[in-house]
């Protein structure tokens, strides 16, 4: 398993990957650590995830540092994600007992009352695109509802993988509650069919899902899956031109345009439609490409050469297939895994830049003059994770979050953003199940029925 720096193409280190053998062996131990962990009360595991949480912020500067050179993200929004790393932690730690305590339930019999208990050990298949707070996410709800966990983290993060499977160690939690697996793909089916992994979550594309899910499901196994996404957003007649230009460029240009929940689809009212394409072309064409480790970068290079590679196949051929690239579209000279900021118009559906994720900073206009054209465009997609409305009427928009658009999460006149305090999650080939929240936790307990009758 290798790490390469996508900015310098410098190899960073060569890691070589578990045996079988060592997978078993640190399977056995984390389950045996799950004996014990699943007994502590919920003020013994909220200190260590306080401490885990005084560890990242302590740390911040380094941890950015390391994903930053394995995979291009800009140091600033590395930073940034540490810290909501923290805040997950730290939100866990508080509101865990509160979303897990016994719930009562009127029968006939004296008593009757739900408990919440943990199911032992959870497999994470995590993607490298924000290779801390996909972890975090998982492991923060996990260990403190009395999980324990092991990481198959992408083939290109070990660096990540390992710092956190460290600082899990450093915040003073038992031995073995979290373990980190350097494997590749083919090993994952062997871990989901051992006998001490009982759940899995993967956070990834759809044909990795497909994969995890069928696997899961003959060990009847239980899965959630957090997929691709392909996120519309409706910009209407009324809406605010600048601030929904200006918002919709910042979400597709977050992360160089690799993520799930980046809007990627723009639908735009006829009537406003130029004058929307005028100003969100200009702010694309401002964004500024360049080494992620200066401050006056915006989008840094693409995780790997061969998915930038991808990402342009998908442009070119859809401009061969007749689509208008109204900027960018190229692949810039140099070592890097740049790719230049990219509009497209007049796509259609032959195209790959209709139904495909777009998965770095290429973005689609579409052009709507009605709302039902708008909803259909919308809805047609394999995708359902997250969308935007952009209108001054707020009851329009909640009407058309709610009855409308086909997806896990709708933001009115903002773009989609994750939040420990709600649910995440898609629909349709964007996945089942969801993280964060109160939800997000329960998604792998035992939710237990209790009936007690006195005799
Ligand atoms: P990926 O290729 O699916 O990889 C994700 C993880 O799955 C990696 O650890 C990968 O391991 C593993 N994997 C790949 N194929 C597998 C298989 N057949 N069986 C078992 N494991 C497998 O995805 P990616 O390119 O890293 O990430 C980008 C995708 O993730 C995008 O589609 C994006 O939208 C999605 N994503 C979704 C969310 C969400 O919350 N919905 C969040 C972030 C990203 P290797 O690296 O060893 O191949």
């Not at 009360?41 to 941890?63: D, G, H, P, T, W």
């Not at 044909?207 to 499901?217: D, E, L, R, T, Y």
């Not at 009851?395 to 979050?401: S, V």
């Not at 305090?421 to 993280?435: A, Q, V």
Request: glycine content about 8%; proline content about 4%.
């Amino acid at each position: 398993m290798q790490s390469i720096n996508p900015f310098s193409g410098e190899t960073i280190r060569n890691y070589p990957e578990y045996t079988s053998a060592e997978v078993e062996q640190i399977i056995v131990h984390v389950d045996r650590a799950f004996q014990q962990w699943k007994l502590t009360s919920f003020e013994e595991r909220s200190v260590c995830m306080k401490n885990l949480q005084a560890k990242l912020l302590e740390k911040k500067a380094e941890l950015a540092s390391v994903m930053t050179s394995e995979m291009g993200k800009v140091l600033r929004e590395a930073i940034g994600e540490i810290e909501k790393c923290a805040l997950v932690c730290a939100f866990y730690a508080e509101n865990a007992e509160s979303f897990l305590k016994n719930e009562r339930i009127k029968t006939e019999a004296s008593e009757s009352y739900i408990t919440y208990q943990p199911i032992g050990t959870v497999l994470a298949v995590m993607p490298w695109n924000f290779p801390f707070w996909q972890v975090f996410r998982f492991l923060a709800p996990a260990l403190m509802a009395g999980n324990t966990g092991v990481l198959k983290h992408a083939s290109n993060v070990s660096g990540c993988a390992l710092a956190i499977e460290q600082l899990v160690i450093d915040a003073g939690f038992p031995e073995n509650v979290f373990r980190t697996l350097l494997i590749g793909s083919k090993e994952v089916k062997a871990v989901i069919e051992n006998p001490f992994i009982k759940a899995v979550t993967l956070t990834g594309s759809t044909p990795a899902g497909k994969s995890v899910a069928s696997v899961a499901g003959s060990m009847l196994k239980k899965s959630v899956l957090e997929l691709g996404g392909s996120d519309p957003y409706l910009i209407l007649e009324d809406a605010n031109i600048e601030t929904a230009s200006r918002l919709c460029v910042t979400s597709r240009l977050l992360n160089a345009g690799q993520s799930c929940i980046g809007a990627k689809r723009f639908i735009v009212a006829d009537q406003i439609y130029d004058q929307f394409k005028a100003e969100f072309v200009r702010l694309m064409a401002a964004a500024n490409y360049g080494d992620p480790l200066e401050p006056q970068t915006t989008i840094g290079p693409l995780a790997r050469i061969d998915l930038r590679d991808e990402l342009h196949q998908q442009v070119a051929k859809s401009r061969e297939m007749g689509a208008t690239v109204l900027l960018g579209g190229f692949i810039p000279e140099g070592k890097a895994a740049f790719y230049t900021p990219t509009v497209l118009e007049n796509v259609v559906p032959e195209m790959p830049a209709y139904h495909e994720e777009l998965f770095g900073p290429v973005a689609v206009l579409y052009r709507f003059k009605t709302e039902e054209e708008a909803i259909r465009i919308a809805n047609d997609t394999v995708f359902g994770l997250g969308a935007g409305i952009f209108t001054a009427d707020i009851a329009k928009a909640k009407m058309l979050a709610e009855k409308g658009l086909e997806a896990g999460c709708v933001f009115v006149n903002d773009f989609v953003k994750s939040d420990p305090r709600l649910p995440f999650g898609g629909i349709k080939g964007s996945g089942y199940g969801r993280e964060l929240s109160a939800v997000g936790i329960r998604e792998f307990m035992n939710v237990k029925t209790v009936v007690v009758s006195i005799n």
